[in-house]
């Protein structure tokens, strides 16, 4: 190692420029007999003044922070330590994926706006499910020093992270630094469902074990739709308990056991809370805010849900997640949590004919064909088509009917003072021929099932929302062809077309088939069919006139087509002369009676010889 010599240059340079700045103060010290300057009194003051408060600073702050501290564990006992976190007093912290957006309040922890990025409202408003405290997430829990705290109040301390893509948003309710109730956000890419979690941390002798935490889920939900009465319909609370079952609550208050997730729906959006290890119990009300449909208002109903909280070893662990998104069958059955239950798509066979046989052909149709117009028409065709052997035999049974009326009319005239006799001959007569009333009656209840399914179908179609088809402009809600200056209670202030096209269609329809026959079967004691005949076009008038208008053009369609396969039925298919010919060379025959036809025959035969002795 080389040595370090002493610099004797650097040394005299040192003492050069020391002389020299003894010199200079020498020279620049004021007269002690001179008067004093008083602005520079005055700043050399101040200049002091300010040495003096800097020195203060830190114990000042000290004192202030601790007096804080002591107000607020007055007030929120070890909770209090939270509220002196400057990180976590007031704002919103924000995540979003590509068709989400949440903010997060930092005070209550909770979700205070969630907003859906590619959908309007029908005024073209984007989708908002929670805005301006329509929405509120709280938790009420007992301390060991006897205080009842809710989260809603209290500050959390936000912590925002990025993992894999996925944004984790950790909301901490502290009692220290590593004691804490967190509330755990995480969001994916491109879904509408994220991770949620509850849990506790170090907080075995904050929290009060012997009351129970009660966690408090309340929405008011806003109006999306055009027709708020339509919307409402379908707005209801949904939940699953027991394992699998769903119930439902559209009015007034209810209470479940083990219960996996509860919805908000509001007919084409959801809001829901789902749980790993399911709520012991749960509480749930619903409240309609619609009073008067005429007027216009902001909300459709207010939802509340209490759920109370397990502690395990003094400590709080819940699994969750939230869904905000559409009630969309596709995305919600994905899931496979169930969820697909939350839409209304009707019960036993009737849901399972919309599962597994229109949902995904409709879907198939939708994504070939250029609208979803052409996609209703289509489907409606083929169900049609499927369905006209059931149309051939109700018609079939309606020709034979007809060509036995004249025999009909000559027993109702001869034993017209027996009415026992006259209904004995007329089934005589029905077996020789090989007719029935009730063959025209069992086709048409077969059909029932899918009518329903379909009118279960179309309102919860999330596909047809805002889907436009000739002078509709959104296939799920009514369309209007003019506006009216008042209101007709139940029909409401618009006029739709397609119910009085479908109106029309039903009309000949029952012309075709009922109106026909109705004088010649009218029985004692049955329906008026005339009556009837008007009723039902008229009913679809009025009650269809706020439904989707998707429903009215499947009914406008099926009713055309089968009024056309019924027209080529009659004309090109059946010939009554030849049933007519049948029906006599049957009526030779020795007919074979069945079990049942034979013992109803016993029966109508010992009433009437009870009615005779009667008469005796």
């Given at each position: 190692m080389e040595e370090k010599k002493i610099d004797v240059q650097s040394i005299i340079g040192f003492i050069l420029i020391g002389g020299i700045l003894l010199w200079m103060l020498y020279n620049?010290?004021?007269?002690?007999?001179?008067?004093?300057?008083?602005?520079?009194?005055?700043?050399v003051e101040q200049a002091s003044d300010n040495e003096q408060n800097i020195a203060e600073e830190p114990e000042t702050r000290q004192v202030n922070d601790s007096t804080a501290l002591a107000d607020a564990q007055r007030r929120l006992g070890a909770f209090g330590y939270s509220e002196t976190l400057s990180s976590a007093q007031g704002g919103k912290t924000t995540i979003s994926n590509d068709v989400l957006e949440l903010k997060i309040s930092n005070k209550g922890g909770y979700i205070a706006e969630a907003r859906l990025k590619n959908f309007k409202t029908f005024d073209s408003i984007p989708v908002h499910?929670?805005?301006?405290?329509?929405?509120?997430?709280?938790?009420?829990?007992?301390?060991?020093?006897?205080?009842?705290?809710?989260?809603?109040?209290?500050?959390?301390?936000?912590?925002?992270?990025?993992?894999?893509?996925?944004?984790?948003?950790?909301?901490?309710l502290k009692v220290s630094e590593d004691e804490y109730l967190e509330y755990r956000y995480a969001m994916r890419p491109g879904e509408y469902m994220l991770d949620f979690s509850i849990r506790s941390q170090g907080?075995?002798?904050?929290?009060?074990?012997?009351a129970t935490p009660t966690l408090d889920w309340k929405l008011k939900g806003y109006r999306h739709a055009k027709s708020i009465s339509y919307e409402n319909r379908y707005t209801d609370l949904i939940y699953e308990y027991d394992g699998g079952d769903d119930g439902s609550v559209s009015s007034g208050d209810e209470e479940e056991e083990d219960?996996?997730?509860?919805?908000?729906?509001?007919?084409?959006?959801?809001?829901?809370?789902?749980?790993?290890?399911?709520?012991?119990?749960?509480?749930?009300?619903?409240?309609?805010?619609?009073?008067?449909?005429?007027?216009?208002?902001?909300?459709?109903?207010?939802?509340?849900?209490?759920?109370?909280?397990?502690?395990k070893a003094g400590e709080l662990n819940y699994s969750m997640n939230w869904y905000y998104g559409p009630s969309d069958y596709k995305i919600l059955n994905d899931y496979d949590r169930n969820l697909d239950e939350i839409i209304p798509l009707g019960w036993g066979i009737f849901g399972w004919i919309n599962k597994y046989l229109f949902i995904p052909f409709f879907a198939f149709l939708a994504g070939v064909l250029p609208s979803y117009g052409l996609a209703i028409i289509a489907m409606t065709i083929v169900?049609?088509?499927?369905?006209?052997?059931?149309?051939?035999?109700?018609?079939?049974?309606?020709?034979?009917?007809?060509?036995?009326?004249?025999?009909?009319?000559?027993?109702?005239?001869?034993?017209?003072?027996?009415?026992?006799?006259?209904?004995?001959?007329?089934?005589?007569?029905?077996?020789?021929?090989?007719?029935?009333?009730?063959?025209?009656?069992?086709?048409?209840?077969?059909?029932?099932?899918?009518?329903?399914?379909?009118?279960?179908?179309?309102?919860?179609?999330?596909?047809?929302?805002?889907?436009?088809?000739?002078w509709a402009d959104d296939l799920s809600s009514y369309d209007v062809v003019a506006e009216l200056p008042f209101h007709i209670w139940f029909y409401g202030d618009h006029v739709s077309l397609f119910p009085i096209l479908a109106s029309i269609a039903i009309f000949i329809y029952m012309m075709m088939t009922t109106g026909q026959n109705m004088q010649a079967n009218q029985q004692p004691g049955m329906p008026n069919m005339k009556f009837l005949m008007y009723l039902s076009p008229l009913v679809m008038l009025i009650f269809f006139n706020n439904y989707a208008s998707g429903l009215s053009l499947y009914y406008f369609t099926s009713n055309l087509i089968t009024i056309g396969i019924m027209l080529v039925i009659k004309y090109a298919i059946i010939d009554e002369d030849k049933i007519h010919a049948k029906i006599q060379e049957n009526k030779k025959k020795p007919k074979k009676q069945n079990k049942f036809t034979r013992k109803f025959q016993e029966m109508m035969e010992q009433a009437e010889e009870q009615q005779k002795k009667q008469k005796k």
């Amino acid at each position: 190692m080389e040595e370090k010599k002493i610099d004797v240059q650097s040394i005299i340079g040192f003492i050069l420029i020391g002389g020299i700045l003894l010199w200079m103060l020498y020279n620049n010290t004021p007269d002690e007999t001179a008067a004093e300057d008083p602005a520079t009194t005055e700043k050399v003051e101040q200049a002091s003044d300010n040495e003096q408060n800097i020195a203060e600073e830190p114990e000042t702050r000290q004192v202030n922070d601790s007096t804080a501290l002591a107000d607020a564990q007055r007030r929120l006992g070890a909770f209090g330590y939270s509220e002196t976190l400057s990180s976590a007093q007031g704002g919103k912290t924000t995540i979003s994926n590509d068709v989400l957006e949440l903010k997060i309040s930092n005070k209550g922890g909770y979700i205070a706006e969630a907003r859906l990025k590619n959908f309007k409202t029908f005024d073209s408003i984007p989708v908002h499910l929670i805005k301006d405290g329509n929405a509120s997430l709280n938790m009420s829990f007992n301390t060991t020093d006897g205080r009842t705290l809710n989260t809603e109040n209290l500050f959390f301390e936000p912590e925002l992270t990025e993992s894999n893509g996925n944004q984790i948003l950790s909301m901490k309710l502290k009692v220290s630094e590593d004691e804490y109730l967190e509330y755990r956000y995480a969001m994916r890419p491109g879904e509408y469902m994220l991770d949620f979690s509850i849990r506790s941390q170090g907080l075995t002798g904050v929290l009060n074990s012997s009351a129970t935490p009660t966690l408090d889920w309340k929405l008011k939900g806003y109006r999306h739709a055009k027709s708020i009465s339509y919307e409402n319909r379908y707005t209801d609370l949904i939940y699953e308990y027991d394992g699998g079952d769903d119930g439902s609550v559209s009015s007034g208050d209810e209470e479940e056991e083990d219960i996996s997730y509860i919805a908000y729906r509001q007919h084409f959006f959801t809001s829901i809370l789902l749980t790993d290890n399911p709520f012991k119990t749960s509480n749930f009300e619903v409240e309609n805010l619609v009073d008067d449909e005429e007027v216009d208002t902001v909300f459709t109903k207010t939802f509340a849900s209490t759920i109370p909280l397990e502690l395990k070893a003094g400590e709080l662990n819940y699994s969750m997640n939230w869904y905000y998104g559409p009630s969309d069958y596709k995305i919600l059955n994905d899931y496979d949590r169930n969820l697909d239950e939350i839409i209304p798509l009707g019960w036993g066979i009737f849901g399972w004919i919309n599962k597994y046989l229109f949902i995904p052909f409709f879907a198939f149709l939708a994504g070939v064909l250029p609208s979803y117009g052409l996609a209703i028409i289509a489907m409606t065709i083929v169900v049609r088509i499927v369905l006209s052997p059931v149309t051939y035999k109700s018609y079939l049974s309606q020709a034979k009917m007809k060509i036995l009326r004249p025999e009909i009319n000559e027993l109702n005239e001869k034993y017209k003072d027996n009415a026992m006799k006259k209904q004995q001959e007329t089934m005589k007569l029905y077996s020789k021929a090989g007719a029935s009333p009730m063959s025209g009656c069992l086709p048409a209840l077969m059909q029932i099932p899918v009518f329903y399914a379909l009118f279960q179908f179309f309102p919860s179609a999330f596909q047809l929302r805002q889907k436009s088809f000739l002078w509709a402009d959104d296939l799920s809600s009514y369309d209007v062809v003019a506006e009216l200056p008042f209101h007709i209670w139940f029909y409401g202030d618009h006029v739709s077309l397609f119910p009085i096209l479908a109106s029309i269609a039903i009309f000949i329809y029952m012309m075709m088939t009922t109106g026909q026959n109705m004088q010649a079967n009218q029985q004692p004691g049955m329906p008026n069919m005339k009556f009837l005949m008007y009723l039902s076009p008229l009913v679809m008038l009025i009650f269809f006139n706020n439904y989707a208008s998707g429903l009215s053009l499947y009914y406008f369609t099926s009713n055309l087509i089968t009024i056309g396969i019924m027209l080529v039925i009659k004309y090109a298919i059946i010939d009554e002369d030849k049933i007519h010919a049948k029906i006599q060379e049957n009526k030779k025959k020795p007919k074979k009676q069945n079990k049942f036809t034979r013992k109803f025959q016993e029966m109508m035969e010992q009433a009437e010889e009870q009615q005779k002795k009667q008469k005796k």
